[in-house]
């Protein structure tokens, strides 16, 4: 296992500039700054709502859109989340939760699989959040979830605000992880018949 399940990850391309921190046994401390305040909040969110320790600093094309940003810090939060995971000895593995935020209703449950899946049932409405486009949020959780290994599902059961379907999501996905990712002292290895993630 690594003990201290902490990453630290940068990546360079011609559309952003990326350094991130990701501390999975963290106290919900954040540091999130990615030029759109929409996503820094959701990212915040996700953060706070998993108990992780998480540091952002992201530049990108943003006088474009918030696309690339969105999607290479999902891949940069992905490959860091894999990393700090280590060798996922003693881990739950699965967790699941339903988050109520208003009128809108989010399921997410998350198995540390090895095979990075995103099944995304949120029902959204089209639009803009500020300047966050709405279809933003599953490009997010498709990076994050194939760079991280897991399988992903979020599922909306009701909600007609934007602004709180998504950030449930993000709340929900965060909370689902924290609980796959806590150390289960029943467990002495690798929770999988296979021996293997």
Do not use: W
Not at 18 to 47: E, K, P, Q, R, Y
Not at 63 to 82: M, P, Q, R, S, Y
Not at 154 to 168: K, P, R, T, V
């Amino acid at each position: 296992m690594n003990e201290a399940r902490i990453a630290t990850l940068t990546r360079t391309t011609n559309e952003t500039n990326i350094a991130l921190t990701l501390n999975l046994d963290g106290a919900g401390t954040i540091s999130v700054a990615t030029g759109s305040a929409v996503f820094d909040h959701l990212l915040s969110a996700f953060g706070r709502h998993g108990n992780f320790d998480l540091e952002v600093k992201a530049q990108g094309d943003t006088e474009i859109d918030d696309h690339h940003t969105v999607e290479d810090v999902g891949i940069v939060l992905g490959k860091a989340f894999a990393a700090a995971l280590g060798d996922k000895r003693g881990i739950h593995r699965f967790g699941d939760v339903l988050i109520p935020m208003d009128e809108a209703l989010v399921l997410a449950a998350v198995d540390i699989s090895g095979r990075g899946q995103l099944h995304y049932a949120v029902e959204v409405p089209f639009g803009m959040i500020g300047t966050f486009d709405t279809t933003l949020a599953k490009e997010f959780f498709i990076a994050f979830c194939s760079n991280a290994e897991v399988t992903l599902h979020l599922d909306s059961f009701a909600g007609e605000n934007s602004h709180h379907i998504i950030e449930a999501a993000f709340k929900a996905a965060g909370r689902a992880l924290r609980e796959a990712v806590a150390i289960d002292p029943r467990v002495s290895g690798i929770p999988s018949t296979k021996g293997a993630l």
